[in-house]
């Protein structure tokens, strides 16, 4: 398996434009994380989905900031629209159902470096 | 919420010597991680502990967890250039898969 796949791993975009990132999950894993890493407040937990649907969206920091999960190989964060605050890494990360979970933890992508100007 | 806390932020040290981090964390939970990171990149995945008094090591690294306590600790024998990075523990809580991510400690070994 090639592991979570992130696009793009770097953009560069001036403020107020739309931004989407892109993540597959490793296949068969049922849970897909988006987390945001930044110097100031370390990694946080923006959205998980299990089965493709969103189970915590409480660390989305505004309405600026959308997640989906069309289908079990793809999800999407968008920020619309952007702002230089945003500036990040942004992760993703899958794992298998709870059950098979023990022992297994999260596997991440190589994350976006996203920077807002 | 899970808090999860680690220490030192910031480590640095000599070759060959030896360090501990420690994690610790604010609610019952007997699944916890670690992660390394170098700069730039993602996240690695070193040790999983699922039970109490579980040890596991890899080379200079060894984690230990005590789940009474809740504590895990990363103990680094004879450092080498080779394990500076970001160690990051993170404790398996909740009602779903999530994990609660410490603070990060930045080891920097000098030669």
Known sequence: ?117 | ELKVEQNPLFLSMQEGKNYTIYCNYSTTSDRLYWYRQDPGKSLESLFVLLSNGAVKQEGRLMASLDTKARLSTLHITAAVHDLSATYFCAVEGGTGNQFYFGTGTSLTVIP
Not at chain 1, 39 to 63: A, C, H, K, Q, T
């Open chain 1, 1 to 117: 398996d090639a592991g979570v796949i992130q696009s793009p791993r770097h953009e560069v975009t001036e403020m107020g434009q739309e931004v989407t990132l892109r993540c597959k999950p490793i296949s068969g894993h049922d849970y897909l994380f988006w987390y945001r890493q930044t110097m100031m407040r370390g990694l946080e937990l923006l959205i998980y989905f299990n089965n493709n649907v969103p189970i915590d969206d409480s660390g989305m920091p505004e309405d600026r900031f959308s997640a989906k999960m069309p289908n079990a190989s793809f999800s999407t964060l968008k920020i619309q629209p952007s702002e230089p605050r945003d500036s990040a890494v942004y992760f993703c990360a899958s794992s298998p159902n709870r059950g098979a979970s023990r022992g297994y933890g999260y596997t991440f992508g190589s994350g976006t470096r996203l920077t807002v100007v």
